[in-house]
């Protein structure tokens, strides 16, 4: 039956739940280069790189921590994946000007961040539209 062929609220729940967890791994991983990188940078560029790596532990935290049901929990993915995005563009504004070897693992780093959160976010996005067919 078509019934049979949509996945059930819970597996939707299960994918969410794994999207979470695989972005939040992604996003511990840049924070972590960020804060590595960081240190071989100088004034501004420094303080700019290590916040949005602290922004970045933030997203991860909350992605870990608050995790509801069903549609909630899609919106909620979608939200916190759209501030890790912008945290991670931020990162690449902030090493733009120093046109280093550093700077260019730096800004890989967040193109890099960049390209998972979009794959997620899809990911994501075709979830509920699973979710949603299943009602």
């Known amino acids: 039956t078509i019934q049979n062929a949509l996945p059930s609220q819970e597996e939707v729940r299960t994918q969410l739940q794994t999207h979470a967890q695989t972005f939040a791994n992604n996003l511990q991983a840049a924070a972590t280069q960020f804060n ?3 240190a071989q940078l100088s004034g501004d560029a420094q303080t700019a790189v ?4 602290q922004h970045l532990e933030q997203q991860v935290t909350n992605l870990r921590q ?3 049901d069903g549609a909630q929990a899609a919106d909620k993915l979608k939200t916190s994946i759209e501030s890790a995005l912008a945290e991670a563009r931020r990162v690449q504004e ?9 700077a260019e693992s730096l800004k890989t780093a967040a193109r890099t961040a960049v390209e ?5 976010t899809n990911q994501v996005q075709q979830s509920v539209q699973q ?3 299943a009602h």
């Open 94 to 102: 902030a090493v733009q000007p120093h046109a280093d070897a550093v």
């Open 36 to 38: 590595e990188k960081a």
């Open 50 to 53: 290590r916040q949005a790596a």
């Open 131 to 133: 979710a949603a067919n």
């Open 66 to 68: 608050q995790f509801p």
């Open 116 to 120: 998972q959160a979009t794959v997620i």
